[in-house]
């Protein structure tokens, strides 16, 4: 099996290379849109600033590559977000997969931090969620999050409820990090790498 990771101005790629590695594949690290068309998955990380992260996309054509993908592709943290029709972070608009806006934590009481960081109960549903115990806790490191919304596939609630997964014909997001998500997260990975 062939999987690919989108090359673009964000950090934390190599974690989820080590990730990958770890379930035995030795995935392609690219921007060149015939390796991303080819793979068999596509893996779509991201940490960083939404607003540079689309500038970086649009001047080398991945976000029309991205949007035409056909095989299962999986949104990490901001690339979740990326994959929306806009995002406040930078007032700019994004590729625009899912039909929802992308908004920031305003914080509400004095003991609400922004960014949220740590570890989260979620409420999963649907195929990239199977063989998890009750209850999985993932861990988030976010300060901008989706509103949920009819593509919501795992729902968390910091501030408010939010989507903490999405998911849109082969389209698959996580706002979290499965890559540091200890068994849980590893699950997940293997589950999308069965899709």
């Given at each position: 099996m062939q999987v690919a990771i989108v090359k673009y101005n964000a950090g934390n790629i190599y974690s989820v290379v080590n990730a990958l590695r770890r379930l035995g594949i030795e995935p392609l690290l690219s921007d060149d849109a015939a390796v991303l068309q080819n793979a068999d998955k596509v893996l779509f990380p991201g940490?960083?600033?939404?607003?540079?992260?689309?500038?970086?996309?649009?001047?080398?054509?991945l976000d029309t590559v991205i949007r035409d993908l056909r095989q299962p592709v999986l949104g990490i943290c901001v690339g979740q977000q990326l994959l929306c029709r806009h995002s406040e972070e930078g007032d700019v608009d994004c590729i625009g997969i899912f039909d929802v806006d992308v908004r920031r934590f305003r914080p509400?009481?004095?003991?609400?931090?922004?960014?949220?960081?740590?570890?989260q109960e979620i409420t999963p549903k649907g195929e990239l969620f199977t063989s998890l115990p009750p209850h999985p806790y993932v861990y988030f490191v976010h300060s901008y999050y989706v509103p949920l919304c009819p593509w919501t596939a795992a729902e968390a609630d910091y501030i408010v409820?939010?989507?903490?997964a999405l998911h849109k014909d082969n389209f698959y997001t996580t706002q979290f990090h499965p890559e540091k998500s200890g068994k849980i997260g590893e699950q997940i990975l293997k589950n999308f790498l069965a899709l």
């Open positions: 940490q960083g600033n939404a607003r540079e992260a689309m500038e970086y996309l649009r001047s080398h054509h509400q009481r004095h003991e609400d931090k922004v960014p949220a960081m740590g570890w409820p939010y989507s903490a």
